[in-house]
């Protein structure tokens, strides 16, 4: 069975930083793909990032530029960083795994409980 946990979220300032991690638990971690996406009341689920099996990566237009995606085998975690954080950045952010497609990312129903990340002064 695959449990994702994550862990990192908090309150930031405007312009700070923060890393996100996900900790996997199960047999296939290296042989997946795995990615975030972040919730915000009222609007659908949206992709942030995401990281193949080769290390390729994927990022939403609102982060790209801003934020950098990594894996540890090794450890069965993934992380996202994200720099010069805005308060639209606030949000869920649940992390998952997915398939790697030519460049995309695609979801699979395995889904961290999310960790909240609030940008404000």
């Known amino acids: 069975q695959v449990r994702l946990v994550e862990s990192g979220g908090g309150l930031v300032e405007p312009g700070g930083s923060l890393i996100l991690s996900c900790v996997v638990s199960?047999?296939?971690?290296?042989?997946?793909?795995w990615g975030w996406y972040r919730q915000t009341p009222g609007k659908p689920r949206e992709f942030v990032a995401a990281?193949?099996?080769?290390?390729?990566?994927k990022f939403a237009d609102f982060v790209n530029g801003r934020a950098a995606i990594t894996r540890e085998n090794a450890r069965k975690t993934f992380y996202l960083q994200i720099n010069s954080l805005k308060p639209e950045d606030t949000g869920v952010y649940l992390c998952?795994?997915?398939?790697?497609?030519?460049?995309?990312?695609?979801?699979?129903?395995?889904w961290g409980q999310g960790t909240q990340v609030t940008v404000s002064s």
């Open positions: 199960g047999p296939t971690f290296s042989i997946n793909a």
């Open positions: 990281i193949s099996t080769r290390g390729n990566t």
């Open positions: 998952n795994r997915g398939l790697w497609k030519g460049d995309g990312y695609s979801s699979e129903d395995y």
